[in-house]
């Protein structure tokens, strides 16, 4: 449950430097505005954000599975690509008129971490993404500290379906190419981290088929690089 103290904030609002058209946001303090009189949490994008609890998380998890049972991972999938997709054209435009550059002539690595930077300040993890095989048309993006598996703990099957989507979503948007996602390998199954694989449906399919015969993430990668 979000918790709101009422004190006036003491930071000074956030200016532009003088002479300067660009930022350095890359901190807590800097990133994110409380306005403790109307509860409300701001972020340096004007996004408004919500405090939750991590109970939230583990009831709506079980809410959905009560509801729509094994659906459920479906439901979180396009709920995040939905995300995903509709914050390819929020992040464009403040991008655009943070930097004074367009995403298609940036570099690759530092629009990525450009635009998932907002979500390691909210609590969603941090990543790496391993671009090697994007010639071969698919891409493997670490996660670290999943606010999903984190809270739901070793419960032994892949639960960060919500990430999933939001990858395929952005991704998608992103590139205009069809493209999908999908966790190979999860903390909520012991593991030191989560590891998503993003490429084409027919891709996604076959690593989707190939952990259901029990094959590891390290397998998955082998295979794929040997198609």
Same mark, same amino acid.
């Given at each position: 449950?979000?918790?709101?103290?009422?004190?006036?904030?003491?930071?000074?609002?956030?200016?532009?430097?003088?002479?300067?058209?660009?930022?350095?946001?890359?901190?807590?303090?800097?990133?994110?505005?409380?306005?403790?009189?109307?509860?409300?949490?701001? @972020?340096?994008?004007?996004?408004?954000? /919500?405090?939750?609890?991590?109970?939230?998380?583990?009831? #709506?998890? !079980? $809410? &959905?599975?009560?509801?729509?049972?094994?659906?459920?991972?479906?439901?979180?999938?396009?709920?995040?690509?939905?995300?995903?997709?509709?914050?390819?054209?929020?992040?464009?435009?403040?991008?655009?008129?943070?930097?004074?550059?367009?995403?298609?002539?940036?570099?690759?690595?530092?629009?990525?971490?450009?635009?998932?930077?907002?979500?390691?300040?909210?609590?969603?993890?941090?990543?790496?993404?391993?671009?090697?095989?994007?010639?071969?048309?698919?891409?493997?993006?670490?996660?670290? @500290?999943?606010?999903?598996?984190?809270? /739901?703990?070793?419960?032994?099957?892949?639960?960060?379906? #919500?990430? !999933? $989507? &939001?990858?395929?979503?952005?991704?998608?948007?992103?590139?205009?190419?069809?493209?999908?996602?999908?966790?190979?390998?999860?903390?909520?199954?012991?593991?030191?981290?989560?590891?998503?694989?993003?490429?084409?449906?027919?891709?996604?399919?076959?690593?989707?088929?190939?952990?259901?015969?029990?094959?590891?993430?390290?397998?998955?990668?082998?295979?794929?690089?040997?198609?």
């Amino acid at each position: 449950m979000a918790s709101v103290t009422t004190r006036p904030d003491p930071r000074p609002a956030v200016t532009m430097p003088v002479g300067r058209d660009k930022h350095a946001h890359y901190s807590y303090r800097d990133f994110f505005r409380f306005n403790w009189d109307q509860g409300t949490i701001v @972020d340096w994008n004007n996004t408004q954000n /919500l405090l939750l609890s991590e109970d939230f998380i583990v009831g #709506l998890q !079980a $809410g &959905l599975e009560r509801e729509v049972g094994d659906a459920s991972a479906a439901v979180m999938y396009t709920i995040g690509r939905e995300w995903g997709t509709r914050d390819a054209q929020h992040f464009s435009e403040w991008y655009e008129r943070e930097y004074g550059i367009g995403v298609r002539q940036s570099n690759l690595l530092f629009l990525l971490e450009t635009w998932w930077w907002p979500f390691t300040a909210q609590g969603w993890g941090k990543w790496e993404v391993e671009t090697e095989s994007k010639q071969k048309g698919f891409l493997f993006i670490n996660l670290f @500290d999943s606010m999903v598996a984190r809270t /739901l703990g070793d419960v032994g099957k892949p639960v960060c379906h #919500l990430y !999933a $989507g &939001l990858f395929a979503g952005f991704f998608t948007a992103m590139t205009s190419r069809e493209l999908a996602c999908i966790e190979i390998q999860c903390y909520a199954m012991g593991e030191t981290y989560c590891k998503f694989l993003l490429g084409s449906q027919e891709r996604i399919d076959a690593a989707n088929f190939w952990i259901s015969e029990g094959a590891s993430a390290r397998e998955i990668e082998q295979r794929l690089h040997q198609l």
